[in-house]
């Protein structure tokens, strides 16, 4: 029993459908542990000035992280390991010791200077906070730079994992970072004080490294020093992963922090939350399927089959719409019931909760819009084109940056507009509504990111089809026909349910949620809608019922 049970663990997933949901569903499992974490910080601080630091904290780390992907992406590692691999086990164990090697020297150096050099960058990350809060700034921000050495590794593991389908362990990992966390939370701060939070992460990081290590080994990888680098594999990685590799989501968060701290106390806070929440469904539907198509892609393109690469892409395609789509409506009706369910305990009041749910409001655009960028943006590096999602992230941070400042501008010289939107957000009665501009602008940036991405892979690939555009016009249809209902039933059932209880909105928000859900699915079943049939299909196969793959320790000889 015990054995099988390890087996499974390390058992091979092959197909695409299987795969997206068991990382999904793993996802899940991560991202329920993320909202106890968050309510706990919520519940604890509240949107103030401790929390702010705390977030803020993340953006350099963040960043250096980022720029670990250099040597560590999926998207440039993997079809070159697969390539090694066709080639002998040998070769893949040098290729994998080798980048192993230039990652502890690269990423070592750059957390020494950032180390030393922090005073100098915690003005510029917040420079809105008090003297005394930019100390605490600096002395969190060092603890956290751990996190991208640890992480990093466990990236670089975590794609020898992923090209042979290991995808269980892979999908553990962040069920354990956040675990981590939550220890930090509980056990850390009351012993430490603030800094015990981020020991929480570096003691998340750990666990989230620590536990792919036995399947690497199993596998017959053991990663040592080698410094016989091959500079003609170093130049195939850096192609593949420099333009990836920039970093501009967090050079944009590091600039919308920037702004948020200026703006008053909490404002990181509320944005930091809700973009937590929007982080939930994206993670679950557009990571999980963007990670699981990806060595589908590289090995379909690699071997000349661009029919079926093209078909993979759409496929997942649709399975994101189909996903993403209620998502979008689901947040936008329910955002007051689910950040007051989610956050609204403790030192997180009513005022709290408000402008986190009109914050996620806008955030909620970029659920599809993001999910596609995922997608897409693999889908270009599975075909070697780095280049032309290189430019267009660079011009979606850029947009993001711009309507950043100019919404704030504008909001700040016309009333009117101000009064409009906060109208509209029923935030009127509230202060420090400016920050509501800044989630506004990530989803115009996410918006254009897709958008140009889709047009470039169209004329690249030419894969619009019939069935893709019946997806579109079918999930479109059953997310007009959901957001009716449950407004309707919100409307209806508004007296029904005592609102200033816990108890009272969860019931609110669930049944207007759940007859929604019902009737737009049923939709879906009359419609004979492709992208539901799927699921149920992979879902009736039950992961534990597909064959184990028992993969046995291998020296290069036996290859």
């Known amino acids: 029993m015990v054995r099988k049970l390890l087996l499974s663990f390390n058992r091979e997933i092959s197909g695409i459908h299987q795969a997206a949901l068991l990382l999904g569903v793993a996802s899940i499992g991560a991202k329920v542990l993320a909202l106890l974490r968050d309510r706990l910080l919520a519940g604890t601080f509240g949107a103030g000035e401790m929390l702010d630091i705390y977030f803020a904290a993340f953006r350099l780390p963040d960043l250096l992280y980022s720029l670990t992907l250099i040597l560590t992406t999926s998207a440039a590692i993997i079809p070159i390991f697969m390539k090694k691999e066709s080639q002998g086990h040998e070769r893949a164990h040098r290729f994998v010791s080798q980048l192993s090697t230039m990652f502890f020297i690269a990423v070592s150096a750059l957390i020494g200077i950032s180390f030393f050099l922090m005073p100098i960058f915690a003005p510029i990350i917040a420079p809105g906070f008090s003297d005394d809060n930019l100390e605490a700034l600096i002395t969190l921000s060092r603890i956290l730079l751990l996190s991208p050495l640890l992480l990093g590794f466990s990236i670089l593991i975590s794609n020898v994992l992923q090209s042979h389908r290991r995808f269980f362990i892979y999908a553990a990992s962040p069920i354990l970072y956040n675990a981590g966390i939550i220890t930090g939370i509980l056990v850390f701060y009351p012993w430490m004080g603030l800094s015990g939070l981020t020991w929480g992460v570096i003691f998340g990081a750990l666990m989230h490294l620590s536990i792919q290590v036995p399947s690497l080994f199993a596998l017959g990888f053991f990663p040592r020093p080698s410094f016989a680098i091959s500079w003609k594999d170093v130049q195939e990685v850096l192609r593949f992963s420099l333009p990836r590799s920039v970093g501009f989501s967090q050079i944009v968060l590091i600039v919308v922090t920037a702004v948020a701290s200026a703006l008053g106390a909490g404002s990181i806070s509320i944005f930091q939350l809700s973009y937590n929440l929007y982080a939930i469904p994206l993670g679950v539907i557009g990571l999980s399927y963007s990670v699981a198509t990806f060595p589908a892609l590289a090995r379909s393109y690699a071997g000349g089959r661009s029919q079926e690469f093209v078909d993979n892409v759409a496929t997942s395609l649709r399975h994101i719409l189909f996903w993403a789509t209620p998502f979008v409506v689901l947040f936008i009706l329910l955002r007051a019931h689910i950040v007051r369910v989610i956050l609204g305990a403790g030192a997180f009041g009513w005022v709290d909760t408000r402008l986190t749910a009109a914050a996620l409001a806008f955030f909620s655009v970029a659920i599809l819009a993001q999910s596609i960028v995922l997608l897409l943006t693999r889908a270009f590096y599975a075909a070697g084109r780095t280049l032309f999602p290189?430019?267009?992230?660079?011009?979606?941070?850029?947009?993001?940056?711009?309507?950043?400042?100019?919404?704030?501008?504008?909001?700040?010289?016309?009333?009117?507009?101000?009064?409009?939107?906060?109208?509209?957000?029923?935030?009127?009665?509230?202060?420090?509504?400016?920050?509501?501009?800044?989630?506004?602008?990530?989803?115009?940036?996410?918006?254009?990111?897709?958008?140009?991405?889709?047009?470039?892979?169209?004329?690249?690939?030419?894969?619009?089809?019939?069935?893709?555009?019946?997806?579109?016009?079918?999930?479109?249809?059953?997310?007009?026909?959901?957001?009716?209902?449950?407004?309707?039933?919100?409307?209806?059932?508004?007296?029904?349910?005592?609102?200033?209880?816990?108890?009272?909105?969860?019931?609110h928000g669930f049944f207007a949620g759940l007859l929604g859900i019902t009737v737009s699915l049923s939709l879906l079943w009359f419609l004979k809608n492709q992208e539901l049939f799927d699921i149920i299909r992979a879902l009736r196969r039950k992961f534990w019922r597909s064959q184990v793959a028992a993969p046995e320790p291998r020296s290069p000889s036996e290859e």
């Open 390 to 507: 290189f430019v267009i992230n660079t011009l979606s941070a850029l947009v993001t940056i711009g309507f950043t400042f100019g919404l704030l501008w504008i909001m700040r010289s016309y009333g009117s507009i101000r009064a409009a939107i906060d109208s509209v957000l029923r935030v009127g009665d509230l202060p420090n509504t400016l920050i509501l501009m800044l989630p506004f602008a990530y989803s115009v940036g996410s918006v254009m990111g897709a958008l140009f991405l889709w047009i470039g892979f169209v004329r690249a690939f030419r894969t619009v089809d019939g069935k893709l555009q019946r997806s579109v016009m079918q999930n479109g249809a059953a997310a007009l026909v959901l957001g009716v209902v449950i407004y309707g039933v919100l409307q209806l059932t508004d007296t029904l349910f005592n609102l200033e209880t816990f108890l009272g909105i969860f019931l």
